[in-house]
């Protein structure tokens, strides 16, 4: 089998494995199961930047998404509210969260196929580095939004500080 | 000789079964370290009879034993998640060490992001542990899970700056191309700042092993085992001991690779370079696993609000601090 049809056959296997933990995220009973399927759906998606040679974003997604976040929900569900061991936690907003859900992926789809209908990824061309590049664009052309998203951040950062003191 | 030819796949499969060899001698070399060392550092011998030469078999004797146990899962537990959490916490420490290079060659693969792959790798266990704490439906393995991870977001901000310090020195994030930009270690050049930095990564990798001083979240006389409280046998073996260690050992080994000057000679003098790059790396990893070592009977436990404070208020700042210096050298010396 040649290169790309091994791409091919791992894309599949991780697009289904990614489906499959992302229905079970929103199907489980148990919250803190669906936050480890989302562990499972997010590490699919790392894999599939991998698979399109952006390494770093793809380490950044497990960084960032599986080892930051996912690790914050599951501190806080474990710290509040989540029954110890194997009981169901669960409530009745299925339909209201499958509707919004629906919703998102519409609005989601019809952005993306605008933008980038009937593009081709070329494999070749993306082999080799690019984190370089990734920096270098963040650094120049992008560092206006780069400033702006770093001042938003820590304005945040502060607001949650201020809520949650309590003097 | 005949030449042996062998495709990528091959040396690829060969190098995994070389790691999964590693690892586990590495815990085991560590273990027994670690009863001999703090034995002697205690003014104890330690253990002398199992295998006879200075008791060298102890820790294989334990690990027989530990596989003998029965292996109990309590009835209230989640049992998937309990099953899987040592697996959830022992992979990414075996994946963490695809990357470190022990000489020029011998390393799995030279990733083009290796620093920064370490660190999102050696982030996931905490996950594995949380799983074991919780599953686990026993009040004292859910404060310690908590704790740990706790422990493990507040300690992870350092060792990234840090880490993210030494990348900007080399002007790479390879681990190959960080060893090769260090003709003096960073720990010696850039005098003063590489020391301090090379201090924040230690601190914080200690408490990333959950290692006295920073053993809040396994201290025993409050919360048992913590997270690991209900795991018996080969579970426990594989989601404490053996992550404590192989958690040691990976720590030993990056710490070499980034501060040390990894497979390279201490200073670059040429009869140094004869020695073989491996032999420099084992040997460097060695002290680090020592200093380690030495740390656990020398510093009383923290407390845990203690703990906290000093990674937010002071270690995350000196860290900050730390990457301005290093930018202000890079751009100036």
């Keep these: ?110 952005i993306l196929i605008g933008a980038f209908e009937g593009q081709e990824i070329n494999f070749a061309r993306t082999a080799g580095t690019s984190t370089e590049s990734i920096g270098t664009a963040i ?7 780069f400033e702006v998203v770093s001042i938003l951040l820590l304005a945040a950062l502060v607001g949650a500080v201020v809520i949650a003191r309590r003097d | 000789m005949p030449e042996i030819a062998l495709t990528t796949w091959q040396i690829l499969l060969l190098k995994v079964a070389v790691i999964l060899v590693v690892v586990p001698m590495g815990a085991l070399v560590g273990g027994y370290a670690e009863h001999k060392v703090m034995a002697h550092l205690q003014h104890r011998l330690g253990p002398m009879y199992p295998g006879g030469f200075h008791g060298w078999a102890t820790t294989l004797a334990d690990g027989i034993k530990f596989l003998f146990k029965e292996d109990i899962i309590p009835a209230a537990a989640d049992r ?62 859910l404060i310690g899970a908590l704790r740990s991870a706790a422990q493990l977001i507040a300690y992870e901000l350092p060792i990234v700056l840090s880490a993210a310090a ?40 200690v408490a990333e092993m959950t ?29 404490h001991m053996f992550a404590e260690m192989g958690h040691m050992v990976a720590f030993g080994g990056i710490a070499t690779t980034l501060f040390l000057g990894g497979y390279r000679p201490i200073i670059p003098w040429e009869p140094l370079e004869l020695i ?10 060695m002290m680090m696993i020592f200093l380690f070592l030495w740390i656990r009977p020398t510093f009383p436990r923290v407390r845990e609000d203690q703990l906290q404070k000093f990674a937010w208020k002071f270690l995350i700042p000196v860290s900050l601090a730390l990457i301005l210096f290093t930018g202000a050298w890079v751009l100036y010396v």
């Design chain 1, 1 to 110: 089998m040649s290169a790309e049809t091994w791409q091919q056959v791992v894309f599949w296997i991780f697009a289904l494995l990614i489906t499959g933990a992302g229905v079970l995220v929103v199907t489980t009973r148990n919250v803190i199961h669906a936050a480890l399927w989302l562990v499972g759906a997010l590490m699919g998606a790392a894999a599939m930047y991998v698979l399109l040679f952006a390494e770093f974003v793809a380490w950044v997604q497990v960084l960032v998404y599986v080892g930051a976040i996912v690790v914050l929900m599951l501190f806080g569900l474990m710290l509040t509210r989540a029954p110890i061991g194997s009981a169901e936690f669960d409530n009745n907003q299925r339909p209201l969260a499958a509707l919004c859900a629906a919703a998102v992926f519409v609005v989601t789809s019809v």
């Design chain 2, 276 to 285: 073989p790059g491996v032999v420099w790396f084992a040997a460097k990893t």
């Design chain 2, 166 to 205: 030494v990348a900007m020195l080399a002007g790479t994030l390879s681990l190959n191309g960080i060893v090769e930009a260090q003709n003096f270690p960073f720990i010696l050049w850039p005098p003063g700042i590489g020391l301090a930095l090379f201090l924040v990564f230690v601190t914080g990798a």
């Design chain 1, 139 to 145: 650094f120049s052309s992008y560092v206006w939004p």
């Design chain 2, 211 to 239: 290692r006295v001083p920073f053993d809040m979240p396994v201290a025993e006389s409050e919360i048992i085992t913590g997270p690991f409280t209900e795991y018996t046998g080969m579970r426990y073996i594989f989601s």
């Design chain 2, 80 to 141: 998937k998640v309990f099953s899987l959490a040592p697996a959830a916490i022992m992979v990414p420490i075996i994946m963490v060490y695809l990357v470190i290079p022990m000489d020029r060659t011998l390393v799995v693969e030279d990733l083009d992001v290796g620093i920064f792959y370490l660190l999102a790798i050696s982030s996931l266990s905490t996950i594995g542990i949380l799983m074991a704490g919780w599953s686990s439906a026993n009040k004292y393995a």
